[in-house]
């Protein structure tokens, strides 16, 4: 059985890797903007639609605050790029925002970022998988019954590819990523040239009654839904040591990269819906279709370029959680490493990448699209609010670095990390403010339940460490071992058991636990027949249990030998197949179950396997029960 998994493992992830290959794991700048851009580069998909959702509800008149906002919007993104590109700078081995704010405003301050880092990651998967899926329902509307099974599908998808390691990955996930924005490109270009050229004509947006009015606060909503197109911005910063060398330089072109192309999508996007007067559609009205389809229709009709558009954007929209599944699982490694996370989460997978993370962050996705039934809506509003809390908290950091080492060119990059923390911590307002009600107060209550959660992992492992205090002698000469071996009969699993304590210890005791008088005696008249050559206890059970009074007769011969050092042998009988595993009962395994909770007591483990003997030599089998020990 463990033979068939194994090769089922190797066929479905890869064979195992070396260490010494992880130098080979690394990304170019071309797999490494495909994997670590592919978040931020898909939330042009739905960025736009969000803006348009809040401001029509105050009717026409508001529709054509699309594009100031949208301005906004890339003054903020230039903001937040020139700020990571700072970042990558002073921390050329990966500065996240878990690393930045701990190293420069403490540990509690990283902590708040990291696991704001930890929602925003888990959201960036269900997000991304629910709006392919909401893709996959514009173009076909009889798929709309299986939203949530297709997320968990998507979810199984990028985790299997993930599980193969992060290089392996980029080169699965690479081509989407650029078919996309090529997709895109040549979208909106069609677009301009037909209304260049009369083929496509200027309209209004079909808007029905205003049921709210244009205000102040209306217009920071929508910049607080639209300010989702920054999502993600920070995991190339993250991501540092996943480039080849020289690392912060390759990571910081990239950045710059996927700036200037998410930027022009998003500009280009937002003016091709206003200029055709493109208004979003309700999810649950038939033959519903999203801001993208309707650009894509706009464009192609119903050719060949609308179903590329519609298929490149289900892809994206699928891989942008791709960068959450690399991120994640080093946010965890790093906290892990500070002791603020279970040390799991430090281990590397046999194809070098921290498969652990990689698995809980797609049982959290999973979890999170059942609970809100995969719908873009209801996941959005709980997005932001932990993006710009983690931008904040690295921003601050690095002005408070700027300002404490005075490095080289910290006059010219403080008063940009100045901006940059302004700026992300008033959208971290506005978006904390106006999206409350909606969702992000789950948000605001997760925060700071996981941030006592880590103090208090961090707190036991502090614990530990002070409490290590030794159970048995540490020098050889002082262990002085008695043996108790527990036996159902005497058979060759039990006589193999014996024969290992007496190698370790003069002092063994054989306990049998019995409830029936014949099996008592009949037990005794064997062991007699054998020869007695180790002690036999026997311990009555009057309410036939088996764990209970033998736990009571190791504390009584512990306390007859304060000074010894208690060793239970434990035979066990090991099954040839997994279903004869439920033939025999599992004494041994319920009995170490209870010992790993005594304090000083050894537990030793004897297993006899199960195999098929020949004819011949089932005699010679038997001959043991006749020799000495």
């Known amino acids: 059985m463990a033979r068939t998994l194994s090769r089922v493992r190797h066929f479905l992830l890869g064979a195992p890797r070396q260490t010494r290959q992880s ?6 700048k071309v797999k490494a903007l495909a994997v670590l851009s592919s978040d931020a580069l898909s939330s042009v998909a739905y960025a736009t639609e969000q803006i348009m959702l809040v401001l029509v509800v105050a009717g026409a008149a508001a529709y054509g605050y699309s594009l100031p906002i949208m301005s906004a919007i890339l003054c903020l993104l230039a903001i937040v790029v020139l700020s990571y590109r700072q970042t990558i700078r002073a921390y050329p081995k990966g500065g996240g925002s878990y690393i930045v704010a701990s190293d420069n405003l403490g540990p509690l301050a990283g902590l708040v970022a990291g696991c704001s880092l930890i929602t925003s990651y888990t959201l960036t998967v269900a997000v991304s998988v629910a709006s392919s899926v909401d893709a996959i329902v514009s173009a076909a509307p009889s798929t709309a019954g299986l939203r949530v099974q297709l997320c968990a599908a998507f979810v199984l998808l990028l985790l299997m590819g993930n599980l193969r390691g992060i290089r392996e990955s980029g080169s699965i996930f690479a081509a989407p990523t650029y078919l996309f924005i090529l997709g895109m490109f040549l979208m909106v270009g069609v677009i301009f040239v037909k209304l260049a050229t009369g083929d496509l ?6 808007i029905g009654q205003a049921t709210e009015s244009l205000t102040l606060v209306l217009i920071l909503r929508a910049f607080a839904s639209g300010a989702t197109a920054l999502t993600g911005v920070e995991a190339i910063s993250d991501g540092v040591p996943a480039f080849r060398p020289p690392e912060w330089l390759n990571a910081r072109r990239t950045l710059t990269a996927m700036g200037l192309i998410l930027g022009g999508m998003f500009l280009t996007i937002t003016v091709a819906t206003y200029l055709l007067g493109i208004t979003p559609q309700n999810p649950a009205s038939h033959g519903y279709q999203t801001v993208i389809s309707q650009l894509a229709h706009a464009a192609f009709s119903d050719s060949f370029g609308y179903i590329y558009v519609a298929i490149t954007t289900t892809a994206i929209l699928v891989l942008a959680g791709n960068t959450a599944f690399s991120d994640f699982p080093r946010l965890l490694f790093f906290m892990a490493r500070d002791d603020y996370a279970p040390h799991l989460f430090r281990r590397v997978g046999d194809r070098l990448a921290y498969s652990n993370g990689i698995i809980a962050l797609a049982v959290l996705a999973t979890l999170l699209i059942l ?15 932990g ?4 931008f904040t908290m690295s921003q601050a950091g690095m002005v408070a670095r700027w300002r404490r080492l005075r490095e080289p060119g910290w006059r010219r990059g403080l008063p940009i990390n100045v901006v940059g923390v302004l700026a992300t911590g008033l959208v971290f307002i506005i978006t904390g403010i106006f999206k409350f009600t909606q969702g992000a107060w789950i948000i605001v209550l997760v925060v700071p339940l996981l941030v006592l959660t880590c103090r208090a992992i961090h707190s036991h492992y502090n614990e530990v460490r002070g409490n290590l205090a030794t159970e048995i002698p540490t020098s050889p000469d002082k262990v002085k071992p008695i043996c108790i071996v527990p036996i159902a009969d005497l058979d060759g699993v039990a006589l193999q058991s014996l024969a290992f304590a007496r190698s370790i210890s003069d002092n063994v005791i054989a306990v049998h636990v019995s409830e029936d008088e014949q099996d008592i005696a009949r037990m005794r008249a064997k062991w007699e027949a054998w020869g007695n050559h180790v002690p036999l206890e026997i311990v009555e059970s009057q309410y036939r249990a088996l764990v209970r009074p033998l736990l009571r007769y190791i504390d009584a011969i512990d306390k007859q030998h304060r000074d010894d050092t208690l060793v239970v042998v434990l035979p066990e009988l090991v099954a040839t197949s997994w279903w004869h595993q439920l033939l025999h009962n599992q004494s041994a395994l319920r009995l170490k179950a209870a010992l790993l909770f005594r304090p000083g007591t050894v537990v030793v483990n004897v297993p006899y396997h199960l195999r098929r003997v020949p004819r011949a030599r089932r005699g010679l089998r038997a001959r043991p029960l006749d020799d000495d020990l």
């Open 23 to 28: 130098i080979h794991e690394r990304l170019t």
């Open 201 to 206: 004509h200027r309209s209004s947006p079909r």
């Open 371 to 385: 609970v809100f039934r995969g719908e873009v809506s209801r996941l959005i509003p709980l997005y932001a609010i």
């Open 387 to 390: 993006v710009f809390l983690a």
